[in-house]
T-cell receptor, first 115, second 112 residues
Framework: DAGVIQSPRHEVTEMGQEVTLRCKPISGHNSLFWYRQTMMRGLELLIYFNNNVPIDDSGMPEDRFSAKMPNASFSTLKIQPSEPRDSAVYFC?????????????FGEGSWLTVV | SQQGEEDPQALSIQEGENATMNCSYKTSINNLQWYRQNSGRGLVHLILIRSNEREKHSGRLRVTLDTSKKSSSLLITASRAADTASYFCATDGSSNTGKLIFGQGTTLQVKP
């Protein structure tokens, strides 16, 4: 299995631009998670999907952030407009049956720098 | 807010020594997991311990769980330079929401 695939791996963008991060979960997994990692705040859960439906988006910081999962094999996290404080590593992760009692598998992350 | 908090934040040891990392959490849990993150990489699952278990082993890893103290520890025995990484505990909370909340992590450096 190829694992969780994220793109782009690195992105540098100017403040105010739209950023779209993409994720392909492991085939057969029905839960998908977007996390953000910074030195200051550590790993934060942004949003969690189960069977393509957003279950918990309480971690999404502002209306500038949105996430979609149009099908079981693809998800996007969009930031519009981007700000320098959005600079972070964004991880997508997937699991089968929810993360509570199961292993979640992380992608390699998308390193975002907003200047 | 973070559910788990690791202690210490950073640990530096010599190769061959044992490394112990601790995790405390706030609410009741069903499961607790430990993950490892190498620099610049994603997190990798190490071990899961359920709330009715007290100890679990996997190779050189030993995890304990004390639900009365809301704490867990990860012991890495006979450490190697390749064990250098950050280690995170993650909990699910008792409400079985299906999501994992991670602690701040312990950064382990193993000197050759």
């Amino acid at each position: 299995d190829a694992g969780v695939i994220q793109s782009p791996r690195h992105e540098v963008t100017e403040m105010g631009q739209e950023v779209t991060l993409r994720c392909k979960p492991i085939s057969g997994h029905n839960s998908l998670f977007w996390y953000r990692q910074t030195m200051m705040r550590g790993l934060e859960l942004l949003i969690y999907f189960n069977n393509n439906v957003p279950i918990d988006d309480s971690g999404m910081p502002e209306d500038r952030f949105s996430a979609k999962m149009p099908n079981a094999s693809f998800s996007t996290l969009k930031i519009q407009p981007s700000e320098p404080r959005d600079s972070a590593v964004y991880f997508c992760a997937s699991s089968f049956g929810g993360a509570g009692g199961n292993t979640i598998y992380f992608g390699e992350g998308s390193w975002l720098t907003v200047v | 807010s973070q559910q788990g908090e690791e202690d210490p934040q950073a640990l530096s040891i010599q190769e061959g020594e044992n490394a112990t990392m601790n995790c405390s959490y706030k609410t009741s849990i069903n499961n607790l997991q430990w993950y490892r993150q190498n620099s610049g990489r994603g997190l990798v699952h190490l071990i899961l311990i359920r709330s009715n278990e007290r100890e679990k082993h996997s190779g050189r890893l030993r995890v304990t769980l004390d639900t009365s103290k809301k704490s867990s520890s990860l012991l890495i025995t006979a450490s190697r330079a390749a064990d250098t990484a950050s280690y995170f505990c993650a909990t699910d909370g008792s409400s079985n929401t299906g999501k994992l909340i991670f602690g701040q992590g312990t950064t382990l450096q193993v000197k050759p």
